[in-house]
């Protein structure tokens, strides 16, 4: 009587198998700068490991489950030689019962564990001299890191806008802070997401394994420009890191402009005192607004708002009117005129 072959079935089976094979064989960090399965460090790899695992376990019972499914289509299905067969009506068999509820049992105990080991090990907090900290501030829509360990000669910490440095191969412990609302610290090859609540101080740590830039993105809607709160981690080799903390915490370097100014720059460092100091900062200038990023190193960060490549026909296009290149930014369209930006741009890029 019934004698559909259910191609339905076996099409459904290999197109979630095709499915799974292609995302599996291309998600390299290379390509793929956000993908959580190429790990890159001692905290990410922890996840991946329950990921992988998982990803076994259901893939072989998804194997075994179809595939009785689809033996039991064929092998029962109607027929010319069965045309009225009725199965016998039969209930309940216990030992099939205890089986089918044993095995999942024991699968989510296999889960369990290092799930469970997981969740100790993410949760540690370590100190020591191997430990180097980063004080991680989200706002809308940027993220700003203070070093606490790295302190100036005016005696505050080094803070980076946009970039996370941080040295290879050393564990990283890092405290949330937000200073708006709720955002999530996401650096999807180094570690997990975790959120970053105003008014509280989350924890999390993470090391990466090689020397590189890895994208970072604000993981828990917090308003317009939410999908453009991006950063980067840059982890450098001991001596490049070194020279990095060496550069930050000198004297000479702290501070932008520096002698044989021009006028134009002499006038754009002008502008920033009186203009820009409302919300930001500009180390060694009277400048020292906490609104919006610090710029004291503008040209080391990576991009203009997060949203742009840092160069100087991106920096005059976001002067021009910042709210048309990042909805619902904080800084609001000064009306700049065209000689503005010009000193502006000329002075910005004096700030090493
Ligand atoms: Cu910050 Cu989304």
Redesign the pocket.
Known sequence: MLRRVPWRGVFSVLAVLATLMVLTSCASGEEFPQTTIDPAGEAAEEIQSVYTLVWWLSAVVFVLVEGALIFILFRYRGGKKRPNERPAPIHGNVRLEIIWTIIPAIILVVILVPTLRGIVTLSETKTGPDVFRVDVY?Q??FWQFEYPDLIKPDGTPVVTTGTMNIPVDRRVEIRLHSRDVI??FWVPRLAGKTDVVPGNVNHMWLEADTAGTYQGQ??????LS?AN?RFQVNAMAADQFNQWMNSQVSASNASGGGGGETDLVAQGKQIVETVCSACHTVAGTSANGTVGPELSHFTTIPTIAGVLENNKENLRKWLENPPAVKPGTAMPNLNLSQEQIDALVAYLYTLK
Do not use: K, T, V
């Open positions: 989200g809308q829509f955002h999530s604000c993981a828990e809607f917090c308003g939410h709160m």
